[in-house]
């Protein structure tokens, strides 16, 4: 080859490497994030619609001396972490499957003390998007469940546009221990609600991160089922989450007959967690942070077995919900919450009132009951938080059962509409109808539009009225889709009422 030529190949050649570099800087690998942490990378859905990252740790491990502490920060890592999976799940007995829930709903990946992780799905990961945040918080009654569990997958939300975030955070005596010693050690005077500490540092993290997932911090809503949606309520209710989100939604967590009772305050938590070192025969806290994980979760002997969850401890949880919102306290958000048609019985009185009031007494109207029940629970809920509220409810009754022929005695189970709010029907082998898959494209409809706007209506949809004082309608999601009355009978109203007045 002559000189020139050699010359002119070379130049092109640099020209090209130019312009490959130059192409590479002006579109970045959309798996490739930079967070506070370090680099994390992704992976991307079969057509490139969706990436998913896995395993972020929003925390520090909360082990050793960090056992039973408010949550530090996340310790930085050099190169890019691999998101490619979930990390640990908290620190539980891990069942498998307990029906009706099934492995989908269940716990499956390894446990560990090292848990606080979250994940991320985002339609775009570009910080210009300000696409609205989803942040999931898992149920499992504070015992069990984690961010990674099948049915909480995102990518199906993501595909509708907007970010959503799943959080583990810590469970049982691991995340809701209170004992005298560490309210001593506590700068506030207060111990045992550092699963709810979890999900506040989570929060924390994703106002400081989130824009970079293509996220937007100031459109931010908390969401729940059970115990998730009972953490919900927490946030609603503890100062130290202003600013942090805004909008909530609690699935079948948040009722009118949840009063201060069935939280202990912090003396009465602090006296079980005393209990709780004795059973171990530990004198001391150093003596329960020296014990292993096996230890401290191996069960007692004890009758009733000790139950650890949130804590009114006058600090982060400031007193119980129903005076928080009579006092206005709360943060005033737009809020949607409901509950599933088969997940509770009735509670309250069967004698003669029940039968004046119903008729007879059997177990097919004592059903009908728990159902309007659950039905009235959420609506007075909705009542008495627009006492001091200036933001919208929304409230719904889910009932479509999931196509189960084995076990139709389950119907619309506890926890049985999160696939079909996470429009994640494929998770689950099921017979499926045209009927599922309607519903599952209306409910996450209807949660996406609320995440963007406050408000779940959207074109397609069939309306769904805001609470009004003058109305006892709830929206009625499942077997049909549209605004239903609580009953049709005042004196069956007035009853359950004076029923849930009765066990607040």
Same mark, same amino acid.
């Given at each position: 080859?002559?000189?020139?030529?050699?010359?002119?190949?070379?130049?092109?050649?640099?020209?090209?490497?130019?312009?490959?570099?130059?192409?590479?800087?002006?579109?970045?690998?959309?798996?490739?994030?930079?967070?506070?942490?370090?680099?994390?990378?992704?992976?991307?859905?079969?057509?490139?619609?969706?990436?998913?990252?896995?395993?972020?740790?929003?925390?520090?491990?909360?082990?050793?001396?960090?056992?039973?502490?408010?949550?530090?920060?996340?310790?930085?890592?050099?190169?890019?972490?691999?998101? !490619?999976?979930?990390?640990?799940?908290?620190?539980?007995?891990?069942?498998?499957?307990?029906?009706?829930?099934?492995?989908?709903?269940?716990?499956?990946?390894?446990?560990?003390?090292?848990?606080?992780?979250?994940?991320?799905?985002?339609?775009?990961?570009?910080?210009?998007?300000?696409?609205?945040?989803?942040?999931?918080?898992? @149920?499992?009654? =504070?015992?069990?469940?984690?961010?990674?569990?099948?049915?909480?997958?995102?990518?199906?939300?993501?595909?509708?546009?907007?970010?959503?975030?799943?959080?583990?955070?810590?469970?049982?005596?691991?995340?809701?221990?209170?004992?005298?010693?560490?309210?001593?050690?506590?700068?506030?005077?207060?111990?045992?609600?550092?699963?709810?500490?979890?999900?506040?540092?989570?929060?924390?993290? &994703?106002?400081?991160?989130?824009?970079?997932?293509?996220?937007?911090?100031?459109?931010?809503?908390?969401?729940?089922?059970?115990?998730?949606?009972?953490?919900?309520?927490?946030?609603?209710?503890?100062?130290?989450?202003? @600013?942090?989100?805004?909008?909530?939604?609690?699935?079948?967590?948040?009722?009118?007959?949840?009063?201060?009772?069935?939280?202990?305050?912090?003396?009465?938590?602090?006296?079980?967690?005393?209990?709780?070192?004795?059973?171990?025969?530990?004198?001391?806290?150093?003596?329960?942070?020296?014990?292993?994980?096996?230890?401290?979760?191996?069960?007692?002997?004890?009758?009733?077995?000790?139950?650890?969850?949130?804590?009114?401890?006058?600090?982060?949880?400031?007193?119980?919900?129903?005076?928080?919102?009579?006092?206005?306290?709360?943060?005033?958000?737009?809020?949607?919450?409901?509950?599933? !048609?088969?997940?509770?019985?009735?509670?309250?009185?069967?004698?003669?009132?029940?039968?004046?009031?119903?008729?007879?007494?059997?177990?097919?109207?004592?059903?009908?009951?728990?159902?309007?029940?659950?039905?009235?629970?959420?609506?007075?809920?909705?009542?008495?938080?627009?006492?001091?509220?200036?933001?919208?409810?929304?409230?719904?009754?889910?009932?479509?059962?999931?196509?189960?022929?084995?076990?139709?005695?389950?119907?619309?189970?506890?926890?049985?509409?999160?696939?079909?709010? =996470?429009?994640?029907?494929?998770?689950?082998?099921?017979?499926?109808?045209?009927?599922?898959?309607?519903?599952?494209?209306?409910?996450?409809?209807?949660?996406?539009?609320?995440?963007?706007?406050?408000?779940?209506?959207?074109? @397609?949809?069939?309306?769904?009225?805001?609470?009004?004082?003058?109305?006892?309608?709830?929206?009625?999601?499942?077997?049909?889709?549209?605004? &239903?009355?609580?009953?049709?009978?005042?004196?069956?109203?007035? =009853?359950?009422?004076?029923?849930?007045?009765?066990?607040?």
């Amino acid at each position: 080859m002559k000189p020139k030529a050699l010359i002119f190949s070379a130049l092109f050649l640099c020209l090209l490497l130019f312009f490959e570099s130059f192409s590479l800087i002006a579109q970045p690998n959309k798996t490739i994030v930079k967070t506070q942490g370090g680099l994390v990378k992704g992976v991307l859905n079969a057509n490139k619609s969706v990436v998913a990252f896995k395993g972020i740790p929003f925390a520090a491990a909360p082990v050793g001396d960090l056992r039973w502490r408010a949550p530090q920060a996340p310790l930085p890592w050099k190169g890019i972490r691999d998101a !490619a999976r979930f990390g640990a799940s908290a620190m539980q007995i891990k069942q498998g499957s307990r029906n009706p829930w099934t492995e989908e709903f269940m716990v499956q990946n390894d446990i560990s003390e090292d848990c606080l992780f979250l994940n991320i799905w985002t339609p775009e990961t570009k910080p210009s998007k300000k696409q609205a945040v989803l942040v999931y918080i898992h @149920g499992g009654g =504070f015992v069990e469940g984690s961010g990674g569990v099948d049915v909480y997958d995102g990518e199906e939300l993501a595909k509708k546009g907007i970010v959503v975030v799943t959080v583990n955070y810590r469970l049982g005596v691991f995340g809701f221990l209170a004992h005298p010693e560490l309210s001593a050690e506590s700068p506030h005077g207060v111990s045992g609600n550092y699963g709810i500490l979890d999900q506040l540092a989570a929060l924390q993290w &994703i106002k400081k991160n989130i824009a970079a997932f293509g996220g937007d911090p100031s459109r931010v809503t908390i969401a729940g089922q059970s115990a998730g949606a009972s953490s919900v309520n927490a946030l609603i209710m503890a100062p130290q989450a202003a @600013g942090l989100f805004h909008r909530a939604i609690t699935e079948s967590g948040t009722k009118y007959s949840t009063g201060a009772q069935t939280i202990p305050s912090l003396s009465d938590a602090e006296k079980l967690g005393f209990k709780y070192a004795q059973v171990k025969g530990a004198k001391s806290i150093a003596q329960l942070r020296a014990m292993s994980s096996e230890q401290l979760m191996k069960p007692d002997t004890t009758k009733p077995q000790i139950r650890f969850g949130r804590v009114i401890d006058g600090h982060y949880q400031p007193t119980d919900m129903l005076t928080l919102f009579a006092q206005g306290k709360q943060h005033d958000t737009p809020f949607l919450n409901g509950y599933n !048609a088969d997940e509770t019985m009735y509670v309250g009185n069967k004698d003669q009132d029940f039968v004046k009031v119903y008729g007879a007494h059997n177990k097919m109207i004592e059903k009908k009951a728990g159902q309007q029940q659950s039905l009235l629970n959420a609506h007075l809920w909705s009542e008495h938080r627009a006492k001091t509220a200036k933001t919208n409810a929304y409230t719904y009754f889910f009932t479509r059962a999931i196509p189960w022929p084995e076990h139709p005695e389950f119907g619309a189970f506890h926890t049985g509409e999160v696939p079909y709010v =996470f429009n994640n029907l494929k998770m689950i082998k099921r017979p499926w109808t045209s009927l599922d898959t309607l519903v599952a494209e209306q409910m996450s409809s209807y949660w996406v539009n609320f995440v963007n706007s406050g408000n779940p209506n959207g074109k @397609g949809l069939p309306n769904w009225a805001a609470y009004q004082p003058q109305t006892k309608q709830v929206m009625e999601i499942g077997t049909q889709t549209k605004m &239903i009355p609580i009953t049709d009978n005042q004196e069956q109203y007035e =009853f359950l009422k004076w029923q849930l007045m009765q066990v607040r």
